[in-house]
């Protein structure tokens, strides 16, 4: 029978704990370096960095409702970068704020980011986001109108899955059918919840599927 033995390095060649404090400094200034390549083309649209630079998140705990918006929003003014992580056009952000003339300015929307009405906020859509392509275009409209330029703050990840006509029959469909039998639970009919199983089971189209529209079409 043949044998085989390890070939065990000796103690001194082993690493040590400064030779791992090295290796993890290393990592930590690659990932700091990639996040500063990442962010560069962005923050040149941005604001000028502030004196103090944060980073603040917004959360309710309760079942939407919290006014995320709207905090969102004041909150804005002192940041570079909003970024929406997750959700879809079924919510709803309305601030209220005080325009030029002085008169109170209501503005609405369901998909971007609440504060882009603020200048040189960057805006992103992240990748937990489900995009309605539609209401993205009319929303992006409506900005425009609102200010040229705001077009080019706004940025989709390209790993956002999409939601598509598919997802809103689907979802009227299954309302029509629980409220027969009393269990319907009130959907806001905009097709989230289809899109979000089609993104579970990984068949729903992401926006980067549409550089192949083949891909798309089966």
Do not use: Y
């Amino acid at each position: 029978m043949n044998t085989m033995t390890a070939q065990i390095p000796e103690h001194d060649a082993w690493p040590t704990a400064d030779d791992s404090s090295a290796v993890l400094d290393q990592i930590r200034a690659m990932r700091v370096e990639s996040q500063t390549q990442r962010l560069g083309a962005l923050s040149k649209l941005g604001m000028e960095p502030p004196a103090v630079q944060r980073t603040t998140w917004v959360g309710d705990l309760q079942q939407g409702d919290g006014g995320k918006g709207a905090m969102a929003d004041r909150l804005a003014a002192g940041h570079q970068i909003i970024v929406r992580v997750q959700g879809g056009d079924n919510a709803g952000h309305t601030t209220v704020f005080a325009g030029k003339d002085g008169k109170d300015r209501t503005l609405s929307t369901h998909l971007m980011p609440s504060g882009l009405r603020h200048p040189k906020t960057v805006g992103i859509l992240g990748n937990g986001v489900l995009v309605n392509p539609e209401r993205f275009a009319q929303e992006l409209a409506e900005l425009g109108a609102a200010d040229p330029a705001a077009g080019l703050r706004v940025f989709v990840s390209d790993r956002c899955h999409l939601v598509l006509p598919l997802h809103r029959i689907a979802d009227a469909r299954q309302e029509r059918q629980k409220e027969v039998r009393g269990q319907a639970i009130g959907t806001t009919g905009r097709g989230i919840g289809p899109a979000n199983v089609s993104k579970v089971n990984r068949i729903g189209v992401r926006v980067i599927d549409l550089h192949d529209m083949d891909l798309v079409a089966d």
